[in-house]
């Protein structure tokens, strides 16, 4: 929008900044929150919130160029990647645990956000592509390909 509406850009960046800002200072002072039993928010998981986190740093990293937003990514990326299970705990590998205790496995019903965790880790790999952590996110992303795969037996 920087070419059509550069007012509405600048605007919606600025608003994005202090959301995003207003998030992190959240999550720090409270955790992760949990909302009515019967709202569909309830299901959320602390990686959820992480891929979240990381999707967000790295559009906000895309639309400003501000490094610090490249940081936050990979800082939650990190996160992320401890909730993952990587075949030392289970003889399946790549799924997602709820979070880095690993005690229960991400379970996802009609809400549809299986796909948080690949779009967090294919914006951070496209928004830093030189990033020395590069290796780690595209493991991250190979591993859920190959459960995925893994199940496709039993769908």
Not at 121 to 132: A, I, K, N, V
Request: charge should be negative; glycine fraction near 6%.
């Amino acid at each position: 929008m920087r070419d059509d509406d550069p007012d509405f850009a600048w605007g919606s960046l600025k608003a994005a900044r202090e959301d995003f800002a207003f998030a992190q200072e959240r999550f720090a002072s409270h955790g992760m929150e949990h909302f009515s039993v019967f709202e569909h928010t309830y299901n959320s998981s602390l990686a959820q919130h992480y891929a979240v986190m990381v999707w967000a740093a790295s559009n906000l990293y895309l639309a400003s160029g501000e490094g610090i937003y490249a940081q936050d990514a990979r800082r939650w990326a990190e996160q992320l990647m401890a909730c993952q299970e990587t075949g030392d705990r289970a003889p399946l590998s790549g799924f997602f645990y709820r979070d880095e205790q690993k005690k229960s496995i991400v379970h996802f019903c009609h809400q549809s956000r299986e796909q948080q965790f690949m779009q967090a880790f294919e914006l951070l790999c496209r928004t830093q592509p030189d990033s020395p952590d590069r290796p780690k996110w595209e493991r991250a992303m190979l591993l859920y390909g190959g459960y995925l795969k893994a199940l496709r037996r039993y769908t």
